[in-house]
């Protein structure tokens, strides 16, 4: 079961006493949490595919936080951000929140106020999780089709009736109708909305 | 032939005989010649009577005594005489000669005597007869001709002046004025034609057409004319020429010739060194001129003094009060006090003030006047310089000098906010970790039951960082006794205090702020950091310039030595005093009454005092103000 699965909460802060005060916070509310003093530490780690956010101190040393945001970002690697820092401005703030970051917090901050953001970013993290096991699911029994399956669903989906698909693709209305049966089987779509609907998500997804 | 016959013609041969003798002796009387004759055989003399009167003696008959005749002619010339008249009887010469008698009165006269040997058929001479002329009043008008005409040579060669006639009787050239055209006296003087090929070839002309209005109009002149002597010389002649008119009839011209060349050669030399000055006074823009500025008269005032005030040179002189009246009016009264005094002491002045040109430029004038002891009271010469880019250039630099001290300002409260901003990251830090280590604790506490173990954990992790911010601040205060690697150097601090008055001049009279400074002894040093050093002074400056800003007052720097070789720097102002409690507060960082300051002023100066092994501290003055001192360990003159 997913929901079984431990979310972790990844602290990148150069302060030793900043990243140990916000790991045992963390905790202290049952969460998973692991520190690194750098980006590129964090990045060393192998990745989870549990549930997970970063909060991440803006002032680094070597590469500044929304710097690392954007490597991140570049990299595909797709983990919902917690800014945090002693010396913010606006401008700094709007930029990390343009680049989709889920809060800006200025130390110091309520504690409440990280770990509502904690959990704002990990259920945003849930819900990318789901959405791409869907699109991972779909692009499989999609991967199933034969081509000319494929072919024809491609048409059903654009809204054509048998017919106008049999005189398209050069095949009798009964074998077009064969066709058909297969792909609402091996897609497991009950109705031809529901095809229609997994035909758009897979067009919206990376091809792998 | 009958006796009555030869009777009278006898008588009239005697009558004609008598007569002819008569007119004889009147004819030598008149002039005053007398004859002799000289027996030769018997040696005898005879003298006419006019003879005697030339030599003084009154006239007798028969023969004279040669001895009185040899003791009257002069001693000097007796024996010239005896030996003439010796070798008159041994040669076919005939004697002439000019001696000197001496008068029985003492009177010398001199005389012209000639002679004549008559000798018999062997050739013998028996008879000397010669005529005696009295030339003593001739001789003496020669004389004086004789010395006017030397005179006149002299005079002429001297002055390199010829003269010349020319009339009915001929042309006359005096021997200098050969010597000026550098012909040769022997061939005469010139014609026209050849006077006229001596004539530099671009004057030959116009002389030619001169000579023509002399011949036809008798019109005389004076004109300089430029000659080529025969030698290939050039030189410069005035010739004056005059018509010289008798009785309403023209008889000819008289002239001078003077060698003018010298003359003219050096007035071409002052021409050009003129133009070369006008040339360097124009390019200068400097003007000289000399004036009597109590009498106004103006003596000289080159062309470029009049351009300088906007006058055309060319318009002729320039009266002494319209160059007065371009004098600004605001300039014009410490103007004449300047030059009152100057003239009554007999100075010289160099004096500064403004002009409004005629153009209506304002222009920035300097006027250097110098007076002689030998010149009348209120004379100077002098020059008029235009220092108007100069005052310009002065004035950017002024600006320049603003911009700097503004520049510092600035310079230092950036300082200050970036200092302030790195401190307030610094610090904030575990600031923000204790309070998010405190939250941790009490969630931990909250736990059923409580964790105790982690709570204690991040009660320790709060004591931690509530260190480390006391590590930080304390990093700071010490920042300049261990940040910074000792970078001593004698330093002279009066030296110092001068650059950084010169420094903020600017910015304290702008806010009416005078800085004076008291340096008791001559040349105080210490060891020191320079540059941290100069932190102080601008510090503790600044503050006071920032304490007047809206009062203006007075800012005073002074220092002097205790026994104990330390050097007080004491910094003064008349401005809003300190704060009424307690004043050691005001060295604290982040401690501070203005609105824009920052706090780290004064913080950072006990720093850099501290760190030099001295103290500072404020005390309130008694009547307005505060006064900061610091002391630093003074270096012996043995440094100097």
Redesign the interface.
Request: charged share 30%.
């Given at each position: 079961m997913k929901s079984a699965a431990v979310p972790t909460v990844f602290i990148v802060d150069d302060?030793r006493?900043?990243r140990?005060?916000?790991q045992?916070?963390v905790?202290?509310?049952g969460l998973r949490a692991e520190s690194f003093a750098t980006g590129g530490e964090f990045l060393k780690r192998k990745p989870t595919n549990d549930p997970s956010c970063l909060v991440l101190d803006v002032?680094l040393p070597q590469m500044s936080g929304l710097d690392f945001q954007r490597q991140l970002a570049e990299t595909g690697m797709q983990i919902p951000i917690i800014f945090i820092t002693?010396?913010g401005d606006i401008p700094m703030s709007v930029r990390a929140l343009k680049s989709g970051a889920v809060e800006f917090l200025t130390?110091?901050?309520?504690?409440q106020d990280?770990l509502d953001a904690i959990q704002e970013a990990l259920q945003r993290d849930r819900a990318t999780q789901e959405q791409q096991a869907e699109i991972h699911d779909l692009q499989e029994r999609y991967g199933t089709l034969t081509a000319r399956e494929q072919q024809v669903m491609a048409l059903v989906v654009s809204g054509m009736l048998n017919k106008q698909i049999a005189s398209e693709i050069g095949a009798s209305e009964a074998t077009v109708k064969v066709h058909r049966g297969n792909v609402m089987h091996k897609m497991k779509a009950g109705s031809v909305v529901d095809l229609v609907r997994m035909a758009d998500k897979l067009k919206h997804s990376p091809r792998k | 032939m009958a006796d009555e016959d030869v009777q009278q013609t006898l008588e009239d041969l005697s009558r004609e005989l008598r007569e002819s003798k008569a007119r004889l002796e009147e004819a030598q009387r008149i002039a005053q010649v007398g004859h002799y004759y000289w027996n030769l055989i018997e040696n005898r003399v005879i003298w006419s009577d006019e003879l005697y009167r030339i030599y003084g003696l009154s006239p007798q008959k028969g023969p004279i005594d040669m001895a009185i005749c040899r003791e009257m002619i002069h001693p000097e010339d007796r024996d010239f005489v005896f030996r003439s008249a010796e070798e008159a009887l041994h040669s076919e010469a005939r004697p002439d000669i000019e001696h000197r008698v001496v008068r029985p009165d003492g009177e010398v006269r001199t005389v012209h005597a000639l002679g004549s040997v008559k000798r018999d058929a062997t050739g013998r001479p028996y008879e000397m007869f010669g005529t005696v002329q009295d030339i003593t009043d001739r001789k003496r008008g020669e004389d004086v001709l004789k010395r006017t005409q030397f005179y006149l040579r002299e005079g002429e060669r001297i002055a390199h002046i010829g003269s010349w006639a020319f009339n009915e009787s001929g042309h006359y050239w005096s021997d200098e004025l050969y010597k000026i055209y550098g012909l040769d006296p022997q061939n005469g003087a010139p014609t026209v034609e050849q006077y006229l090929n001596l004539i530099h070839p671009e004057e030959r002309a116009s002389m030619a057409e001169t000579i023509k209005l002399m011949q036809e109009q008798h019109c005389g002149h004076d004109l300089i004319e430029r000659i080529v002597r025969p030698d290939g010389q050039l030189r410069f002649v005035r010739a004056v020429a005059v018509p010289v008119v008798e009785h309403g009839v023209f008889k000819g011209f008289i002239g001078t010739t003077m060698d003018v060349t010298e003359q003219e050669l050096l007035t071409q030399e002052l021409r050009r060194e003129q133009a070369y000055l006008a040339e360097a006074q124009s390019l200068a823009h400097i003007g000289s001129w000399a004036c009597n500025l109590i009498t106004r008269e103006i003596f000289h005032s080159s062309d470029e003094n009049a351009r300088l005030y906007g006058f055309d040179p060319s318009q002729g002189a320039i009266p002494f009060d319209d160059f007065y009246n371009t004098i600004l009016v605001e300039d014009e009264r410490a103007l004449r006090v300047q030059l009152e005094n100057a003239i009554r002491a007999g100075a010289d002045y160099d004096v500064e003030f403004r002009i409004r040109r005629t153009d209506g430029a304002i222009r920035f004038m300097r006027g250097i006047g110098h007076h002689d002891a030998a010149q009348k009271f209120g004379e100077y010469v002098g020059i008029t310089v235009d220092i108007t880019e100069r005052k310009r250039a002065e004035e950017e630099h002024e600006k320049l000098r603003q911009l700097e001290a503004d520049l510092a300002h600035i310079n230092r409260v950036n300082t200050m906010g970036e200092l302030a901003?790195a401190l307030?990251?610094e610090i904030?830090?575990?600031?923000?970790?204790?309070?998010?280590?405190a939250?941790?604790c009490f969630?931990?506490l909250a736990?059923d039951p409580p964790?105790l173990e982690?709570a204690r954990?991040?009660a320790a992790?709060i004591e931690?960082?509530g260190n480390?911010a006391a590590d930080i601040i304390d990093r700071l205060r010490s920042f300049y006794k261990r940040g910074l690697p000792p970078k001593r150097e004698i330093v002279d601090v009066k030296e110092m205090i001068r650059e950084m008055s010169a420094l903020f001049r600017t910015e304290a009279v702008r806010h009416s702020i005078q800085i004076h400074s008291e340096l008791h002894e001559d040349r105080p040093r210490v060891l020191a950091d320079r540059v941290q050093l100069q932190q102080v002074f601008m510090n503790l400056m600044l503050n006071a310039i920032e304490a007047m800003k809206d009062s203006g007052g007075e800012l005073q720097i002074s220092s002097r030595l205790t026994p104990d070789s330390h050097l007080i720097i004491s910094i003064s102002d008349t401005g809003v005093g300190l704060p009424l409690e307690d004043g050691e507060k005001i060295f604290d960082a982040f401690h501070t009454t203005k609105s824009q300051g920052t706090g780290m002023g004064l913080a950072i100066t006990r720093s850099i005092v501290e760190a030099h092994g001295g103290r500072v501290w404020a005390t309130a003055n008694a009547e307005a103000g505060a006064t900061f001192h610091f002391t630093l360990p003074a270096k012996g003159e043995a440094n100097a």
């Amino acid at each position: 079961m997913k929901s079984a699965a431990v979310p972790t909460v990844f602290i990148v802060d150069d302060d030793r006493g900043m990243r140990q005060s916000i790991q045992d916070l963390v905790e202290s509310v049952g969460l998973r949490a692991e520190s690194f003093a750098t980006g590129g530490e964090f990045l060393k780690r192998k990745p989870t595919n549990d549930p997970s956010c970063l909060v991440l101190d803006v002032r680094l040393p070597q590469m500044s936080g929304l710097d690392f945001q954007r490597q991140l970002a570049e990299t595909g690697m797709q983990i919902p951000i917690i800014f945090i820092t002693a010396h913010g401005d606006i401008p700094m703030s709007v930029r990390a929140l343009k680049s989709g970051a889920v809060e800006f917090l200025t130390k110091p901050f309520r504690d409440q106020d990280l770990l509502d953001a904690i959990q704002e970013a990990l259920q945003r993290d849930r819900a990318t999780q789901e959405q791409q096991a869907e699109i991972h699911d779909l692009q499989e029994r999609y991967g199933t089709l034969t081509a000319r399956e494929q072919q024809v669903m491609a048409l059903v989906v654009s809204g054509m009736l048998n017919k106008q698909i049999a005189s398209e693709i050069g095949a009798s209305e009964a074998t077009v109708k064969v066709h058909r049966g297969n792909v609402m089987h091996k897609m497991k779509a009950g109705s031809v909305v529901d095809l229609v609907r997994m035909a758009d998500k897979l067009k919206h997804s990376p091809r792998k | 032939m009958a006796d009555e016959d030869v009777q009278q013609t006898l008588e009239d041969l005697s009558r004609e005989l008598r007569e002819s003798k008569a007119r004889l002796e009147e004819a030598q009387r008149i002039a005053q010649v007398g004859h002799y004759y000289w027996n030769l055989i018997e040696n005898r003399v005879i003298w006419s009577d006019e003879l005697y009167r030339i030599y003084g003696l009154s006239p007798q008959k028969g023969p004279i005594d040669m001895a009185i005749c040899r003791e009257m002619i002069h001693p000097e010339d007796r024996d010239f005489v005896f030996r003439s008249a010796e070798e008159a009887l041994h040669s076919e010469a005939r004697p002439d000669i000019e001696h000197r008698v001496v008068r029985p009165d003492g009177e010398v006269r001199t005389v012209h005597a000639l002679g004549s040997v008559k000798r018999d058929a062997t050739g013998r001479p028996y008879e000397m007869f010669g005529t005696v002329q009295d030339i003593t009043d001739r001789k003496r008008g020669e004389d004086v001709l004789k010395r006017t005409q030397f005179y006149l040579r002299e005079g002429e060669r001297i002055a390199h002046i010829g003269s010349w006639a020319f009339n009915e009787s001929g042309h006359y050239w005096s021997d200098e004025l050969y010597k000026i055209y550098g012909l040769d006296p022997q061939n005469g003087a010139p014609t026209v034609e050849q006077y006229l090929n001596l004539i530099h070839p671009e004057e030959r002309a116009s002389m030619a057409e001169t000579i023509k209005l002399m011949q036809e109009q008798h019109c005389g002149h004076d004109l300089i004319e430029r000659i080529v002597r025969p030698d290939g010389q050039l030189r410069f002649v005035r010739a004056v020429a005059v018509p010289v008119v008798e009785h309403g009839v023209f008889k000819g011209f008289i002239g001078t010739t003077m060698d003018v060349t010298e003359q003219e050669l050096l007035t071409q030399e002052l021409r050009r060194e003129q133009a070369y000055l006008a040339e360097a006074q124009s390019l200068a823009h400097i003007g000289s001129w000399a004036c009597n500025l109590i009498t106004r008269e103006i003596f000289h005032s080159s062309d470029e003094n009049a351009r300088l005030y906007g006058f055309d040179p060319s318009q002729g002189a320039i009266p002494f009060d319209d160059f007065y009246n371009t004098i600004l009016v605001e300039d014009e009264r410490a103007l004449r006090v300047q030059l009152e005094n100057a003239i009554r002491a007999g100075a010289d002045y160099d004096v500064e003030f403004r002009i409004r040109r005629t153009d209506g430029a304002i222009r920035f004038m300097r006027g250097i006047g110098h007076h002689d002891a030998a010149q009348k009271f209120g004379e100077y010469v002098g020059i008029t310089v235009d220092i108007t880019e100069r005052k310009r250039a002065e004035e950017e630099h002024e600006k320049l000098r603003q911009l700097e001290a503004d520049l510092a300002h600035i310079n230092r409260v950036n300082t200050m906010g970036e200092l302030a901003a790195a401190l307030a990251h610094e610090i904030k830090q575990p600031i923000a970790a204790s309070i998010t280590s405190a939250n941790a604790c009490f969630r931990w506490l909250a736990h059923d039951p409580p964790d105790l173990e982690r709570a204690r954990a991040a009660a320790a992790r709060i004591e931690q960082d509530g260190n480390r911010a006391a590590d930080i601040i304390d990093r700071l205060r010490s920042f300049y006794k261990r940040g910074l690697p000792p970078k001593r150097e004698i330093v002279d601090v009066k030296e110092m205090i001068r650059e950084m008055s010169a420094l903020f001049r600017t910015e304290a009279v702008r806010h009416s702020i005078q800085i004076h400074s008291e340096l008791h002894e001559d040349r105080p040093r210490v060891l020191a950091d320079r540059v941290q050093l100069q932190q102080v002074f601008m510090n503790l400056m600044l503050n006071a310039i920032e304490a007047m800003k809206d009062s203006g007052g007075e800012l005073q720097i002074s220092s002097r030595l205790t026994p104990d070789s330390h050097l007080i720097i004491s910094i003064s102002d008349t401005g809003v005093g300190l704060p009424l409690e307690d004043g050691e507060k005001i060295f604290d960082a982040f401690h501070t009454t203005k609105s824009q300051g920052t706090g780290m002023g004064l913080a950072i100066t006990r720093s850099i005092v501290e760190a030099h092994g001295g103290r500072v501290w404020a005390t309130a003055n008694a009547e307005a103000g505060a006064t900061f001192h610091f002391t630093l360990p003074a270096k012996g003159e043995a440094n100097a």
